[in-house]
């Protein structure tokens, strides 16, 4: 890795973080992986945008177990550096597992990091993303300015994340089926998050932005339940919250059940996905402070 975009080794990244479980949005390495079947092409689309080519030096904030890092790596070849970073030790040590970063000559690396503290020099990286990060800080504004920050003049950012208030399910249980939705939205640190993206691009300097919309469809109740509500165990803690009750919850299911079984399931969501460009002059570096004292 190159030392000058290098401010804290990798060795000493893996320092104590806020534990990820004070997180209403924690989920674990396999159900992420379950989401990233769901997602392949928000993924393809995100790595689209971020017009990725050979010799590009690319963060990924908030990567997980690193899922995307090998994939985005693929497009940068040769002479491209790929980073993913996220505050949960446990994921960076799978990340590094699964692809081996490690070793020497990996161009992969992936570190302990806040995304509210990037441990990087100003301007290091040509390309900067996230996908569904955002939902889970309460300091938005915070992460976009160290993305925005750590990437060059000129460079792409890319976010895509989610808006909770789009989810919706087909059911006769209207009032139990809004009430879910309601309180996922309210109970995620920043459930609405999606529908900040141009404003947060906006204040932050950003040009050429683009906003688009990413549909999700379930039509299956099984991954349905699998990808969504029980994930995060949202609908028992809806119950525990004194939302609604549990014989609610049973019979909302219950409808949900009844229409897989006569192929009528349907439950519909979207993600946002931003893109804009760092202006030329928007952001003076520290390294060109430095050259100009």
């Keep these: 890795m190159p030392a000058s975009i290098l401010i804290a080794s990798e060795t ?10 004070s997180n209403p949005g924690t989920v674990g390495a396999a159900s992420l992986r379950r989401l990233a079947d769901l997602t392949q092409s928000l ?9 990725l080519a050979p010799g590009q030096r ?3 904030v908030g990567c997980g177990p690193g899922l995307d890092t090998a994939a985005v790596s693929t497009r940068v070849r040769p002479g491209g550096l790929v980073v993913g970073i996220d505050y949960d030790p446990s994921m960076i040590r799978e ?11 990996s161009r992969v690396s992936h570190l302990v990091a806040s995304a509210r503290s990037i441990p990087y020099l100003d301007g290091s990286f040509d390309r900067c993303y996230s996908e569904r990060v955002l939902q889970h800080t309460t300091f938005p504004a915070a992460v976009v300015g160290e993305m925005v920050r750590v990437t060059r003049a000129g460079g792409t950012i890319v976010i895509a994340d989610t808006d909770c208030a789009t989810l ?13 939705v309601r309180f996922v939205g309210d109970t ?5 998050s999606g529908r900040q993206l141009r404003r947060l691009f906006a204040d932050h300097g950003l040009i050429d932005v683009h906003v688009e919309m990413w549909p999700i469809v379930w039509t299956d109740y ?8 029980s994930l995060l165990n949202m609908d028992q803690r809806a119950v525990r919250a004194g939302v609604l009750s549990a014989a609610d919850l049973d019979c909302f299911y219950e409808t949900l059940a009844g229409a897989d079984r006569r192929g ?14 760092k202006t030329i002059d928007r952001y003076t570096t520290r390294r060109q402070v430095q050259e100009q004292l």
């Design 12 to 21: 000493g990244a893996d320092r104590p973080s806020p534990h990820p479980g």
């Design 43 to 51: 993924k393809e689309r995100i790595r689209s945008l971020l017009d």
């Design 58 to 60: 690319v963060l990924d």
């Design 95 to 105: 990340a590094r597992d699964l692809a081996g970063v490690n070793r020497p000559s």
């Design 168 to 180: 919706s399910i087909d059911t006769p249980a209207t009032v139990t089926e809004r009430a879910l």
């Design 188 to 192: 995620l640190c920043n459930g609405y």
């Design 222 to 229: 099984v991954a349905f339940r699998a990808t969504s509500l």
């Design 264 to 277: 009528a399931f349907f439950a519909s969501g979207a993600v946002v996905i931003a893109r804009g460009r």
